[in-house]
């Protein structure tokens, strides 16, 4: 891709879409405006793209930076998303292809059944979800339901089998290129290119929120630099790049669907995993790695590549946590256990970050997370 070409295209400059987009931390806590006249405008819209069917719309609400409702459509169960932010970002077009992809591969996701980032008759994307009537494995496991075990390696099987798609290019998906052509395309040329990407401003930033010191951002930064290398792919693979347990819908012990894929990239085979690493032990890695493992070959280096993704992913959620506010909220907030605080979950973040630098210099085994 040429450099006016990614210059032009509205994630070109997107590490992580909800601590790098120009609206930062656009949904990711405070209430919006308007609602009720955002839910008119969207049924007029429904009713337009489904003309005769009978509609009504519940608001779901949810904690993520997009504005849900549940739907019935023609007497079907349906979930709608609506991304309202000033970026008038397309991206929900290019997470619809990557469904419909998925859901070729056999892998389990909510079938796709209208969306439309075009803002012509909206001033909003918008996007009508099959209805999956099942609970998110974080609820489950907040509510001790989960055998956290039994879905690892069922986790570790399904992202082995959604890296069989190879997209060329790396980070995020161009939609100006699936318009055109229909295909997924990675907007770098290199992979380089993308885990970089904003890097500086990420620790300058928490260096100036007094989340880390300089010297601590420094050996980050010689860290990277030290196992460069690793960082020289061929070809990407699809990643999931939000994955979590609050993106995993089923019961204590099956997987129904894998949701939510806004954030999909073309990247590092082990950068799934260790994003689950931001979240659990080495003991719920070891269970993915041994699902992963059944379906294929661990990619050479893997564990070096996966405590250099835990520190990459960990930096960009120290961002989104301390921008947002994370760490005053109490356990109602998703990403806090039960009986959690938002100053439990900042040592948690803390400790991950230490974790991650430690085992990429070798003095942690992943067992040992």
């Not at 023609?74 to 998925?102: K, T």
């Not at 699902?291 to 294929?296: E, F, H, K, L, P």
Request: proline share 4%.
């Amino acid at each position: 891709m040429t450099d006016s070409a990614v210059a032009c295209n509205p994630r070109a400059s997107v590490h992580y879409w909800k601590c790098d987009r120009p609206a930062a931390f656009h949904g990711t806590g405070a209430d919006r405006e308007g609602l009720a006249a955002m839910e008119d405008c969207l049924a007029r819209t429904l009713r337009e793209r489904f003309p005769g069917a009978a509609l009504s719309l519940r608001p779901a609400g949810g904690q993520g930076n997009h504005i849900t409702w549940r739907a019935d459509i023609a007497h079907r169960r349906c979930f709608v998303r609506v991304e309202d932010g000033p970026e008038r970002d397309d991206y929900i077009e290019v997470e619809s292809r990557v469904l419909s992809e998925v859901r070729a591969m056999g892998i389990p996701a909510p079938e796709v059944v209208a969306v439309d980032a075009s803002r012509r008759r909206t001033p909003f994307a918008w996007q009508v979800l099959e209805y999956i009537d099942a609970p998110d494995l974080n609820h489950e496991y907040k509510a001790g339901r989960l055998s956290l075990d039994a879905v690892a390696r069922d986790i570790g099987v399904w992202i082995a089998r959604w890296q069989a798609l190879r997209p060329p290019g790396f980070g995020p998906f161009d939609s100006a290129i699936l318009r055109s052509d229909q295909r997924l395309a990675g907007i770098h040329e290199t992979y380089r290119d993308y885990f970089h990407l904003r890097m500086n401003e990420h620790l300058d930033y928490l260096v100036d929120r007094h989340f880390l010191d300089r010297s601590q951002a420094e050996g980050f930064r010689a860290r990277f630099a030290d196992h460069d290398d690793l960082l020289d792919l061929d070809s990407g693979c699809l990643v999931h790049k939000d994955l979590a347990l609050w993106n995993i819908l089923g019961t204590g012990t099956a997987i129904a669907a894998i949701i939510d894929w806004d954030d999909a990239i073309a990247g590092d085979p082990m950068d799934d995993i260790s994003l689950l690493g931001c979240f659990h032990g080495g003991s719920t890695i070891s269970r993915v790695l041994d699902g992963y493992a059944s379906v294929r070959p661990l990619p050479p280096r893997f564990r070096e590549r996966f405590w250099l993704h835990l520190l990459r992913n960990m930096i960009v959620k120290s961002v989104i946590r301390v921008g947002a506010g994370y760490f005053t909220r109490d356990d109602g907030f998703f990403l806090i256990g039960a009986g959690g605080s938002g100053g439990k979950l900042e040592r948690q973040t803390r400790d991950k970050l230490a974790a991650a630098a430690k085992g990429l210099d070798g003095g942690m085994e992943m067992e040992d997370l």
